[in-house]
């Protein structure tokens, strides 16, 4: 007798059959692609062994000739066609690229406001293009290994990262043809991978440290249940700057100006790198380079460093009260990121946490490890009801107001997923159409806060200012990427926007702009109030002007109307004069009190005429 299989309706006739998807950890320095197998991660290797795969991708006139280490191979025989550290463009604009100076020995061209460009033999490619090509290397490692298609991949980002890196990094998946399950933050990845979901309940310290960005995430652990507490860490700091540190040590030392040509430049790199990776298990290392012979030791290094790591632990004390958490609840801190192998910050983590660091794991694996549970568990052959992960944003989402202000609609620290509506309204009578500017910042006005993008909404019914109620939503995937949509309630009528800015933040100012807010968190409260008196100020006005202008000659009197005009004026010449909010807010309700009469008058004369002409059987069966 012969079984036939019949499958279900609308399912596979191998139900059980088991899907492809693997972690992908996208590194500044290195990144590499792990998967589950017999449940557990493990990290895949080249045909030659290397499972770490150097992000650098090398570019002739025929395009990509080389990725990783045979790309590395030309990173001093061809250093303008090497390119490295793409992570740290993503998302940035060629005035931010600027600022990082001879760290990156490249030529770039595009707008001041745009993404950069590099120039290559092959031509302008952007951070997204060499991106895409490491992760299109690292998809047919992973396929190779499997003998089978992906069916999607969880594709690890810095914590810290804002929503036009968090854009680029999926912009680059998808031009490697990847589908993203999810953008996983590398701290909870880190904590996946050390089992630490396993555990009944606590509080963890994820500090990650990898080649050009830096991620403190707070996190906590109640019955299966990730709770990112607050992130912090600067998303251009890492082991690169070490190297550049080392670098410049070494210049001076060989007596060298500043006037270094790119390969020269790319020789102190590679150079300083080497002995910073010697050095995490040495006391000394022996040199020689552009013929100068030397030695460099961990107590120079370390005092060379110090102020970078310094800044690192400055970020967890942030982190930490953003939290509202001590250091002694700190149950575990887990170490990640190949800069973390450097003894000198072991020693300030362990210092300032007081507690051993868990770093039993290879720290340049385990982000990709715990994407690969990740990304076992959303492609659906382990049951995610165990673990249920919930990532924060790092900096508040809003909306300007009249007056230049921001209302906050998602504050920082927010849970993701997360939708948040707000109710607006329209400023003046017959207003058919309201500008959206969406901005991200902690401070009260929009020239303080990063703008993100504006759309417009159109075709608003004409009614009196105030009477149309529009709704503003804010939805937050799990991705950390943002959709604003704005709705008309009476009417129906809609306009929406996914919000892809064309590049990130500068250096260290999501940093800056929380401590802009902590700074000057008084200026900006009297700053906010003093707009919100001059829009009502400009509000009052021009209600009054419009009301002299249709009913004064009507109902008041030459001497009423004179007496309410130098009113007005008054109002104008000190909302121009005066920086104090509590001044205007007297001379607005001064000003009040004298239009008083004319408001009950006009309000009489309409009642009077709404009645005109009705008998008062009408009225009564009205």
Request: proline share 3%; charged share 25%; hydrophobic share 40%.
């Amino acid at each position: 007798m012969v079984l036939l299989q019949i499958s279900e309706p609308g399912q596979s006739p191998q139900p059980h059959q088991r899907k492809h998807a693997v972690g992908i950890d996208l590194g500044t320095t290195n990144s590499l692609v792990a998967l589950v197998r017999s449940g557990m991660p493990e990290t895949l290797a080249d045909q030659e062994g290397h499972h770490l795969m150097p992000s650098i991708v090398h570019y002739t006139d025929e395009g990509a000739s080389a990725v990783g280490y045979e790309a590395a191979e030309f990173n001093i025989s061809d250093p303008l066609n090497t390119i490295s550290s793409a992570k740290r463009l993503l998302g940035r604009g060629v005035s931010d690229v600027m600022k990082l100076g001879d760290q990156l020995p490249y030529e770039f061209q595009g707008e001041e406001a745009g993404m950069p460009k590099i120039k290559t033999a092959s031509g302008l490619v952007s951070p997204i293009q060499v991106s895409a090509e490491i992760l299109r290397n690292l998809v047919t490692r992973a396929e190779a290994s499997l003998d089978a298609m992906l069916d999607g991949a969880v594709i690890t980002v810095p914590a810290y990262f804002d929503e036009a890196q968090r854009q680029a990094t999926k912009d680059a998946a998808t031009l490697a043809g990847i589908k993203v399950l999810r953008l996983l933050s590398e701290p909870t990845a880190a904590a996946i991978a050390y089992g630490l979901d396993e555990a009944k309940e606590g509080v963890i310290a994820i500090y990650d440290l990898g080649g050009g960005t830096f991620d403190i995430s707070v996190l906590r652990l109640s019955r299966g249940v990730f709770e990112v507490l607050a992130t912090g860490g600067d998303s251009a700091l890492g082991g690169d700057d070490f190297d550049y540190a080392i670098a410049q040590w070494l210049c001076a030392e060989i007596g060298m100006g500043d006037s270094l040509n790119p390969m020269e430049q790319r020789i102190l790199l590679e150079t300083a790198k080497a002995a910073k990776e010697e050095l995490t298990e040495s006391d000394e290392v022996q040199l020689e380079v552009l013929d100068w012979k030397g030695a460099l030791s961990r107590e120079i290094m370390d005092t060379l460093i110090e102020d970078l790591v310094a800044k690192t632990v400055r970020a967890c004390r942030r982190a930490l009260r953003d939290a509202g958490v001590n250091v002694g609840e700190i149950d575990n801190v887990v170490l990640v990121g190949g800069s973390t192998r450097t003894p000198l910050v072991r020693k300030q983590v362990a210092n300032y946490f007081e507690v051993e660091p868990m770093c039993s794991l290879d720290p340049d694996c385990v982000v990709a490890m715990g994407a690969a549970v990740q990304a076992d568990v959303l492609v659906g052959n382990k049951s995610g009801d165990e673990m249920l992960l919930l990532d924060v944003i790092p900096l508040s989402l809003g909306i300007e107001t009249m007056g230049g202000l921001i209302e906050k609609i998602i504050h920082r620290n927010t849970t993701i997923p997360v939708a948040k509506a707000q109710e607006f309204t329209t400023y003046i009578d017959g207003q058919t159409a309201m500008a959206i500017h969406v901005l991200q910042g902690e401070r009260e006005l929009v020239d303080d806060c990063r703008s993100l993008a504006r759309f417009e909404l159109r075709g608003i019914p004409p009614m009196v200012a105030g009477a149309a109620k529009i709704r503003v939503t804010y939805q937050v995937d799990a991705d950390g990427l943002l959709n604003v949509t704005a709705r008309e309630l009476t009417s129906n009528v809609e306009s929406r926007i996914e919000v892809k800015p064309s590049y990130g933040l500068a250096e260290d100012e999501i940093t800056q702009m929380l401590q802009d807010s902590f700074s000057y968190a008084r200026e900006d409260m009297q700053a906010r109030a003093l707009r919100e008196q001059q829009v009502e100020a400009d509000r009052m006005i021009e209600d009054l002007e419009a009301a002299i202008n249709k009913d004064a000659e009507a109902l008041l009197s030459d001497e009423e109307i004179q007496c309410l005009k130098i009113g007005i004026e008054e109002l104008q010449q000190l909302r121009i004069d005066t920086l104090e909010h509590r001044v205007l807010a007297r001379q607005i309700e001064a000003l009040g009190k004298l239009s008083e009469s004319f408001a009950a008058r006009r309000m009489d004369a309409s009642i009077k005429n709404a009645l005109a002409g009705q008998s008062l059987d009408d009225i009564e069966r009205s």
